[in-house]
């Protein structure tokens, strides 16, 4: 799997090591952004790399689904007055599984997601005293990126994702957990 993200390196670059990957038919790529508030005249260019089936797995947080559905459909600003934000980032994902090529992974506060345009997989997240929010995604990124590498169900996936995170937003030290860590985390826990 590659993973590049947002404003690390260019669009451009981004979409000449995609296209690689598939015009070579190895590996995956996993396209997680970043923040795209500050680099908003970015998006048009990213909407366009998301549209060229170069991406098989486009990863975003609450408030990355939220921006870019709000682009891809103006609808969206209207429905953040009527829905609850848990059913809107829903909804956030399910537009943005319309209209890109690829799966959206999606990961929130309270639950994670799979998506594409024929169906949708909802996970609950791990119940822990959260020590920390920085990192976080990139602890469900790695997570998902090792579920997706081992072919496991979409449910499956989400939950190691969710555990990932959940053990690094717990962790007093900060650290991320090891493989014998993350199994007794999981056999503790229960997701909420």
Request: proline share 4%.
């Amino acid at each position: 799997m590659y993973k590049i993200g947002f404003f690390q390196i260019s669009t451009r670059l981004a979409k000449g090591v995609f296209r690689h990957v598939k015009e070579k038919g190895k590996g995956k790529t996993y396209y997680d952004t970043s923040d795209p508030t500050p680099n908003q005249q970015g998006v048009p260019d990213l909407i366009k790399v998301l549209l060229k089936s170069l991406i098989d797995v486009f990863s975003v947080n609450e408030n990355e689904a939220l921006f870019y559905a709000s682009y891809l459909d103006k609808n969206i600003n209207n429905l953040r007055k009527t829905l609850r934000i848990r059913q809107l980032i829903i909804e956030c994902a399910k537009v943005l599984a319309k209209n890109v090529s690829s799966r959206v992974d999606l990961h929130a506060t309270r639950f994670s997601g799979s998506f594409t345009s024929e169906k949708e997989i909802l996970v609950p997240s791990f119940d822990v005293h959260c020590l920390r929010a920085t990192g976080a995604g990139d602890a469900w990124n790695a997570g998902n990126i090792l579920g997706e590498a081992l072919g496991l169900r979409d449910s499956c996936r989400l939950t190691l994702a969710n555990a990932v995170a959940a053990c690094y937003i717990s962790n007093p030290s900060g650290k991320h957990p090891t493989l014998i860590e993350l199994m007794e985390f999981l056999h503790k826990h229960q997701p909420t």
